[in-house]
């Protein structure tokens, strides 16, 4: 893991999406999505995971109620943002557009996503213009 360990494994990753998807779950229902099969070492798996998940602050635990519930604290767009500036970071140098321009190859790029990306960097063409007038 880089940065400090702050960056989320496969796994975690994993019990994120169930997070996003469903919101605040208990560490049961955590287990029938994760591991239908079951088995001995689920619990237990599970339980590290949370456990590091919790260390980097990507979820919280409300203890208050008869059964343990566990919720994100961190968004899906939040952790999509820090893993692509670490990408740019360790690839690019840094360099946002030298990581857009690998992934966005217009020989590659669908129109419907060409025309999105437009869009996009009109958006924040306008929100910086307007931006400058204030």
């Known amino acids: 893991m880089k940065r400090g360990g702050r960056d989320v494994t496969e796994a975690e990753l994993a019990v994120l999406e169930v ?3 469903e919101g605040g779950v208990t560490v049961r229902r955590l287990i029938d999505r994760l591991y239908p099969a079951g088995g001995a070492s689920a619990h237990a798996t599970l339980q590290k995971l949370l456990e590091r998940l919790e260390a980097k602050g990507c979820i919280g635990r409300d203890r208050t109620g008869p059964v343990q519930v566990i919720a994100a604290t961190v968004d899906r ?9 670490d990408v740019a970071d360790d690839l690019c140098g840094g360099s946002l557009s030298a ?4 992934l966005v190859n217009p020989r590659r790029l669908r129109p419907g996503d060409r025309k999105a990306l437009h869009q996009l960097l009109r958006q924040l063409e306008d929100e910086e213009t307007r931006g400058e007038e204030s």
């Open 77 to 85: 767009e939040a952790l999509v943002r820090r893993r692509l500036r």
């Open 19 to 21: 997070l996003w998807e």
């Open 99 to 102: 990581m857009l321009s690998h």
